[in-house]
């Protein structure tokens, strides 16, 4: 299965842009990009997707590289309440018809300094 | 509309006990999966039901056993528990009409194997 890499860990501050980065170099053509966030003792959260063409929601963005080997997930103005852990994930094919499932990668831990 | 609700929230069992932990959607997804994350760790797919009456095993399925009771229910069971399925499991649902990427995740159990 692709799988994704992500920094263990990034700090920003409050109200400042963060740049959540993301490499995936094994994905194949049909994979999406998704991003989830889990925040401390809860179950994760959808944050946003993609498969080629950068996205925009009222959470983040995400920008995809062209050869989509890399992402990087934006979060406009970060809050105190935006500190948690980020994966990047693949949703790929499962064994038959239209079915996916999400591949897991180990997440980045984002502080967001006062 | 309650999402996701997985029961019970905390467990402690003795090795070899056995026991089932209970999911329920009430959103009419299709399917729903079953993930464990360890300390410090991404999530890892246990099984999943990609539609009502179909099972198939994740990335570490071994130890466990599932049911698709309906399509709303999707339980997990350990049947003779060891020190290692020590974790928090999260259920997961997937499949709304306008948001078919979206996976909605329980609040998680809280297992521990002595």
């Known amino acids: 299965d692709a799988k994704t890499t992500q920094p263990n860990s990034m700090e920003s501050n409050e109200e400042e842009p963060v740049h959540l980065p993301c490499n995936h170099s094994t994905i194949s053509g049909t994979d999406y990009i998704h991003w989830y966030r889990q925040l401390p003792s809860q179950g994760p959260e959808y944050v946003i997707h993609?498969?080629?063409?950068?996205v925009n929601n009222r959470m983040a963005s995400l920008a995809i590289a062209e050869d989509r080997k890399s992402s990087t997930l934006i979060l406009h103005r970060a809050t105190l309440r935006d500190a948690a852990v980020y994966y990047c994930?693949?949703?790929?094919?499962?064994?038959?018809?239209?079915?996916?499932?999400?591949?897991w990668g180990l997440g980045t831990s984002l502080a967001v300094n006062p | 509309n309650a999402g996701v609700t997985q029961t019970p929230k905390f467990q402690v069992l003795k090795t070899g006990q056995s026991m089932t932990l209970q999911c329920a959607q009430d959103?009419?997804?299709?399917?729903m999966y079953w993930y464990r994350q360890d300390p410090g760790m991404g999530l890892r797919l246990i099984y999943y039901?990609?539609?009502?009456?179909?099972?198939d095993k994740g990335e570490v399925p071994n130890g466990y056993n599932v049911s698709r009771l309906n399509k709303r229910e999707f339980s997990l069971r350990l049947e003779s528990a060891a020190p290692s399925q020590t974790s928090v499991y999260f259920c997961?649902?997937?499949?709304?009409?306008?948001?078919?990427?979206?996976?909605?995740f329980g609040p998680g159990t809280r297992l521990t194997v002595t």
């Open positions: 959103m009419n997804h299709n399917s």
């Open positions: 994930i693949l949703r790929v094919a499962c064994n038959a018809g239209n079915n996916r499932k999400l591949i």
């Open positions: 039901s990609a539609s009502e009456g179909t099972t």
């Open positions: 997961a649902s997937m499949g709304g009409r306008d948001r078919e990427y979206e996976q909605y």
């Open positions: 993609g498969l080629t063409s950068n």
